[in-house]
């Protein structure tokens, strides 16, 4: 296989190696650090029930499993401002003693990328700990008289409406795609995460929505059984040439540029697609990380890089994973950096394009 997937994998076997070469001295940080007795608070900037939320929480008990000392990790959820709130108040308050730990999402990182005026953190002061790529997937009310993915273009010319964290949250990408597909689609903001836009999906006050694979397979997977749900597309997965394909973990559903293929009858190009691959690339493939605060010393970011890995080899992990994250690798080290870089860096032109955009159409000025 060719997938950023199996990509992850076969990279990730080889930093087996990294994790005891993470940085310098990790063997002797995890002799040396002890945790014992303490509770380690993992702020989560989104509300309980989403991706972000289902993914901590799945990790932290595994984590403090592994941690020398076996403390006790919390997941700690400060939703608002489209996780600007918890990721700044992880920024300004967090000691670098190793006792908190923040996670982020494309949700965090895109109103970095934007120049949001409510960011007050700063992404390169923060020390990652862990990467973990993800996917999601798209999915429509029946009542909009579809069956299976093969009916997307009834969708064409219909009211849809949609729970939106904000224009520069991870919505964006479903922002984006909604428009690349010619969809006629209402976006509710103020949604204080994807958990609560799939509960209003489930009233009956929106009609497509999309989750995160953790999310998806954990809450959605019964509403497809159950009739009230159909699985549309995936946003897909990139391979080593930097192409979008099918995402492995649903390998029936097609990916988000055969959808548009199947909506439109071309293959998408120009720069509204330029900019669409740009933040699905910054959401997706680094989709959820979890950083250690500025200035922490690197014993203790080794200590937690090593917990990570050793983590993966339990037994309940290797049980479970499949279940909760789908088919996705968690990385440390070099493959993890490599990820973060990914996830924080946009170009010029496509950042222009879409705060043009975003100014346009739906009103958000964003600061420069």
Do not use: C
């Amino acid at each position: 296989m060719t997938d950023f997937t199996t990509f992850t994998r076969r990279r990730a076997l080889g930093l087996a190696l990294a994790a005891a070469m993470l940085p310098a001295g990790a063997g002797a940080a995890w002799a040396e650090t002890d945790f014992s007795g303490k509770t380690i608070e993992w702020i989560i900037p989104f509300s309980a029930g989403g991706g972000s939320d289902t993914w901590a929480r799945f990790n932290a008990p595994l984590l403090g499993k592994y941690l020398p000392g076996n403390p006790t990790v919390v997941v700690v959820n400060e939703p608002g401002g489209g996780s600007t709130k918890g990721a700044n108040l992880f920024a300004a308050r967090a000691k670098p003693d190793g006792l908190t730990l923040l996670g982020t999402s494309g949700s965090t990182q895109f109103p970095y990328l934007l120049g949001d005026p409510r960011v007050k953190y700063e992404y390169k002061d923060w020390k990652v700990a862990m990467a973990s790529p993800t996917g999601g997937v798209v999915y429509g009310a029946p009542g909009l008289g579809i069956a299976a993915p093969a009916d997307i273009a009834k969708l064409k010319d219909q009211k849809l409406t949609y729970a939106s964290q904000g224009a520069t949250s991870l919505d964006l990408v479903p922002l984006l795609g909604f428009r690349l597909l010619g969809l006629e689609v209402q976006h509710v903001f103020g949604f204080k995460g994807r958990g609560d836009g799939r509960l209003a999906f489930e009233r009956g006050e929106t009609n497509i929505d999309y989750q995160t694979s953790s999310a998806f397979i954990t809450n959605v997977t019964p509403l497809v059984e159950a009739g009230q749900a159909v699985p549309l597309f995936s946003w897909g997965v990139l391979d080593e040439a930097g192409n979008i394909v099918r995402d492995p973990n649903f390998p029936d559903l097609p990916s988000f540029p055969e959808a548009y293929e199947m909506m439109t009858g071309q293959k998408p190009s120009g720069a509204d697609y330029d900019a669409y691959v740009a933040f699905f690339t910054a959401g997706f493939p680094a989709q959820k990380m979890a950083f250690l605060p500025k200035d922490t010393p690197d014993d203790i970011v080794a200590t937690y890089q090593a917990a990570f890995e050793a983590m993966k080899s339990d037994a309940d992990y290797q049980a479970n994973k499949e279940a909760v994250l789908g088919n996705y690798e968690q990385v440390t080290g070099a493959l993890a950096q490599a990820l973060f870089e990914k996830g924080t860096t946009i170009s010029p032109e496509n950042r222009k394009n879409v705060v043009d955009m975003l100014a346009a159409d739906y009103g958000v000025r964003l600061g420069e």
